[in-house]
């Protein structure tokens, strides 16, 4: 995925960048996202928190990078935002990085401290953060690794689509999403126009208005048609999930 129009966003598309591993990997995090999220039209306390917030996952990113030696020819690190409807209409901001050993905490201590605040700050500016396993988008060979994400609230004027999305689709796009992140896939479509994504063996229902699945420990997902790169991220980090902590 390189589609880099932040007007695709509120149609189920997303945007991603490489974040260099130097001392300008926030630099180029705070840049890409503030020109998205003011083409997305989001107010100038919504910007500057997001860039304070993103700094941070930026910065983590860097750290984790600059432990492995040697760096391999390509960016190990990725920026990434999609917007989900559910649990509530939210911009996610991802970070990624190929380091599933070391996962973010809240730090303690004054907020104002020199060091080991960054993710009490980013939970101060954002709506919600966590951290789940994941894969590379932009690399030549899908990598795995672990994404940072964070959220924050869309603005009022978001666009709604109109009309429906149907069902074959949104499972072409959804099979689409995941072999391009290196996962097995294979689509079929009853006479209903109901689909059925089998993903290395997640079996992933299409239905009119949800995607919906059961996870390897009974829970059952759902998401609205519409949150597809939320969906795609979440299939990710459920068929990965035996190999990586979770936070929140």
Known sequence: MRAQNPADLPYGGACAWPL???????????????????????DTDALDSAELA???????ALQHAASRRPLPPHSVSELAIWARLSPRPELVISVFDLDRQV????????????????????GAVTSGWGSHPSRSR????????KAV?????????????????????????????????????HRTTESTG???????????????????????????????????????EHIIATLDSTNCPTVR
């Not at 420990?217 to 759902?222: E, S, V």
Request: aromatic share 6%.
């Open 20 to 42: 260099p591993s130097d001392e300008r990997c926030a630099h180029v995090a705070r840049a890409a996202l503030r020109r998205a999220m003011e083409a997305l039209r989001f």
């Open 54 to 60: 993103v700094s941070e996952l930026a910065t983590n």
């Open 103 to 122: 996962i973010p905490r809240p730090g303690d201590g004054p907020l104002l401290a020199e060091g080991g605040r960054g993710m009490t700050i980013v």
């Open 138 to 145: 932009l690399a030549p060979q899908p990598r795995s690794g």
């Open 149 to 185: 994400w964070m959220a924050m609230p869309l603005p009022s004027n978001w666009p709604r689509p109109t009309g429906p999305i149907f069902p074959a689709v949104a499972a072409q796009r959804l099979t689409m999403n995941l072999s391009a992140r290196g996962v097995a896939t």
């Open 194 to 232: 109901i689909s059925l994504v089998d993903a290395s063996g997640l079996n992933i229902w299409v239905r009119p208005s949800v995607f919906s699945w059961t996870g390897p420990n009974g829970t059952c997902h759902g998401h609205p048609l519409i949150d597809l790169q939320e969906t795609t």
